[in-house]
Structure formats: structure tokens, C-alpha cells
């Protein structure tokens, strides 16, 4: 599905309109990157800002959040994380997986892939090669 998605996002878009029984629109946006893969440029600090966030909800401390909001705590904190902390991750940055593994996935895996082929009735034998 998302191989097909990529391939011709305007396929699925028009199929998602028909099923909506909506006009036909494509934005101008329809082949953008959205979502980008990020990586963090400080870890200590991505994992305060994390534990922050995790010992917030671990203790119930859900009161003190109206207050970090007002006082500009926690916008700061998520622009950090989000904006300053980051940097684009290339494509050439990606690791691949060795081919003992890729196999022994795909043989873990290759029930569910049948029966994903047969709900979705789509030919995924890409993903057994």
C-alpha cells in the first residue's frame, strides 16, 4: 500500500474522493515531503526533555501542565525538541538490514503477508523478494 502510495500518491487520492463521492481537488501539495525523518543533535538533551514529559504522566502530575504551558516552559521545550535539536537525517544516512536477516523476516512474516494479500487484494511478493 504505502509502495503504491509513493509511487502514484494520485491514485489513492482519487480513489479516497470516488470513495468520499467528492469532487476531484489535488493540491498543489500532493507530492511534497511531509514528515521528514529527523535526528537529534543533542541525545542529553532530547532525553530531559523526554523524562520530562514521561515523569509528568508516570506520577499524575497532569495539574502542573496549565502551568508550564502559561509560564512558556513547554512551548520553549518543544521548540527546542522540535526545531533546534534537529537536524534532516539524508537518505544515504539510512542502514540497511544484512540479507540473513531481510530473510529470516520475511520468512517470519510470510503467513501475514498472505493474509494481508488476500484482505487488501494486492500483490505484495515485492516484499518476499
Given at each position: 500500500?504505502?509502495d503504491?502510495?509513493?509511487e502514484n500518491?494520485?491514485?489513492l487520492y482519487?480513489?479516497?474522493?470516488d470513495?468520499?463521492?467528492?469532487d476531484?481537488?489535488?493540491p498543489d501539495?500532493?507530492?511534497?515531503?511531509?514528515?521528514?525523518?529527523?535526528?537529534?543533535k543533542?541525545?542529553?538533551l532530547n532525553?530531559?526533555?523526554t523524562?520530562?514529559r514521561n515523569?509528568?504522566?508516570?506520577?499524575?502530575?497532569h495539574?502542573?501542565?496549565?502551568?508550564?504551558?502559561?509560564?512558556?516552559?513547554?512551548?520553549?521545550a518543544e521548540?527546542i525538541?522540535?526545531h533546534?535539536n534537529?537536524?534532516?537525517k539524508?537518505?544515504s544516512s539510512?542502514r540497511?538490514?544484512d540479507?540473513?536477516?531481510?530473510?529470516?523476516l520475511?520468512g517470519?512474516?510470510?503467513?501475514e503477508?498472505d493474509?494481508?494479500e488476500?484482505?487488501?487484494?494486492?500483490d505484495l511478493?515485492h516484499?518476499?523478494?
Amino acid at each position: 500500500m504505502f509502495d503504491g502510495v509513493k509511487e502514484n500518491p494520485e491514485l489513492l487520492y482519487k480513489e479516497v474522493l470516488d470513495f468520499l463521492n467528492t469532487d476531484e481537488y489535488f493540491p498543489d501539495s500532493l507530492h511534497e515531503k511531509s514528515n521528514k525523518t529527523k535526528q537529534n543533535k543533542n541525545q542529553i538533551l532530547n532525553y530531559f526533555i523526554t523524562s520530562s514529559r514521561n515523569i509528568i504522566h508516570k506520577h499524575n502530575l497532569h495539574y502542573i501542565k496549565p502551568l508550564l504551558r502559561y509560564s512558556g516552559i513547554s512551548p520553549v521545550a518543544e521548540y527546542i525538541r522540535d526545531h533546534l535539536n534537529v537536524t534532516s537525517k539524508g537518505g544515504s544516512s539510512r542502514r540497511s538490514l544484512d540479507d540473513d536477516s531481510i530473510r529470516m523476516l520475511q520468512g517470519y512474516y510470510s503467513k501475514e503477508i498472505d493474509q494481508l494479500e488476500k484482505l487488501i487484494d494486492t500483490d505484495l511478493s515485492h516484499w518476499r523478494a
